[in-house]
C-alpha cells in the first residue's frame, strides 16, 4: 500500500520557512512542498524559484484553494494565525501553525472550536518534546531516576538583540499588534510546552509583566508562578534586555 503524499501549501515566506523549518519539509518521507504564498508576490515568485517549487500565490484563500495542496503551513507573524488556520480548517485541509498559535487566548480557542466543529485537526509547531535530548529529560522524569520532582524553575535571560535598537523598524517580534507581546510569546512557549508535556497542564497561573529597557513599548521582562494539574508548583522569571553577564537559559 503507498503511502499518502502530504502535499504542503506555505502561507509565509519568511525566516522561519527558510532556515529554521522549511528545508524539513522536502526533505521527510511522503512529504512534499508544492506551493508558496507571501502577500508580495514578487517575494513568493523568488522564493519558489530558489527552492525548486512549482508554484507560488500572492492570496491565500488561492492557495488554500489549490486542489493539489492538502495541508498548510502556516508561518506568518501571530496576529493572522487564526484567520489563516480557519480558513484551511474551513476548507478541509490540516494546519500546521508556528508558535505560538495565536495572540490571545479567545483567538486559540476559536481555532480549536472549529477544528472540533470540522473534524480538521490543527497543530502547532512545538517540536521540542520531540527532539532526542528532551526526550530522554521526560524519561528521566518518568523513571524517577532524578527522584521525585517537587518544584520547576525556569529562567531565562538574554541581551537586546542589535535590531531592538531601532526605533525607526522595530522588529514585529516586539510589536505586540502583531506578535500579541513582546519576546515572551516567541520565546517561552517552548519552554511551557515542554513542562505542559512532561507534566500536565498548567492549570493555574499569575505573573506580572514590565518594561525594564525602555527600547520598546512592549513587556521586556516577566515573572510568573504556575500550578500544573498534579499538583507541582513551579515559577519562572525572562529578561530579554539583560547584560550579557546575564545571560541564561535554563530549566531545573
Known amino acids: 500500500?503507498?503511502?499518502?503524499?502530504?502535499?504542503?501549501?506555505?502561507?509565509?515566506?519568511?525566516e522561519v520557512t527558510k532556515t529554521k523549518s522549511g528545508p524539513a519539509f522536502q526533505k521527510v518521507e511522503h512529504s512534499e512542498v508544492v506551493a508558496v504564498m507571501s502577500r508580495d508576490g514578487a517575494k513568493a515568485k523568488a522564493?519558489?524559484?530558489?527552492?525548486?517549487?512549482?508554484?507560488?500565490?500572492?492570496d491565500a484563500q488561492e492557495l488554500i484553494d489549490d486542489p493539489e495542496v492538502n495541508a498548510i503551513y502556516i508561518a506568518t507573524p501571530p496576529s493572522s494565525h487564526a484567520t489563516y488556520a480557519i480558513m484551511a480548517m474551513k476548507a478541509g485541509k490540516p494546519a500546521y501553525i508556528e508558535k505560538p498559535m495565536a495572540v490571545t487566548y479567545e483567538e486559540c480557542t476559536r481555532i480549536n472550536r472549529i477544528s472540533k466543529e470540522t473534524g480538521v485537526p490543527c497543530f502547532v509547531a512545538y517540536y521540542r518534546r520531540y527532539l532526542p535530548y528532551f526526550q530522554k529529560v521526560k524519561e528521566m522524569v518518568e523513571n524517577g531516576s532524578i527522584g521525585n520532582v517537587i518544584n520547576v524553575q525556569v529562567r531565562f535571560a538574554q541581551p537586546p538583540r542589535d535590531l531592538d535598537y531601532n526605533r525607526e523598524n522595530l522588529p514585529w517580534r516586539v510589536q505586540a499588534d502583531i506578535a500579541g507581546g513582546g519576546y515572551f510569546y516567541d520565546l517561552a512557549p517552548h519552554q511551557i510546552d515542554l513542562l505542559q508535556d512532561m507534566f500536565g497542564c498548567i492549570l493555574e497561573a499569575s505573573g506580572y509583566k514590565s518594561n525594564r529597557g525602555g527600547l520598546y513599548p512592549a513587556e521586556d521582562t516577566l515573572s510568573a508562578c504556575f500550578q500544573f494539574d498534579n499538583g507541582l508548583v513551579g515559577s519562572g522569571s525572562w529578561c530579554f534586555v539583560a547584560h550579557d553577564s546575564a545571560r541564561e537559559d535554563r530549566i531545573e
Not at 1 to 14: D, L, P, R, T, V
Not at 47 to 52: D, L, M, Q
Open 1 to 14: 500500500m503507498s503511502e499518502k503524499m502530504i502535499k504542503w501549501g506555505f502561507i509565509g515566506c519568511g
Open 47 to 58: 522564493y519558489a524559484k530558489e527552492r525548486g517549487i512549482r508554484k507560488w500565490y500572492d
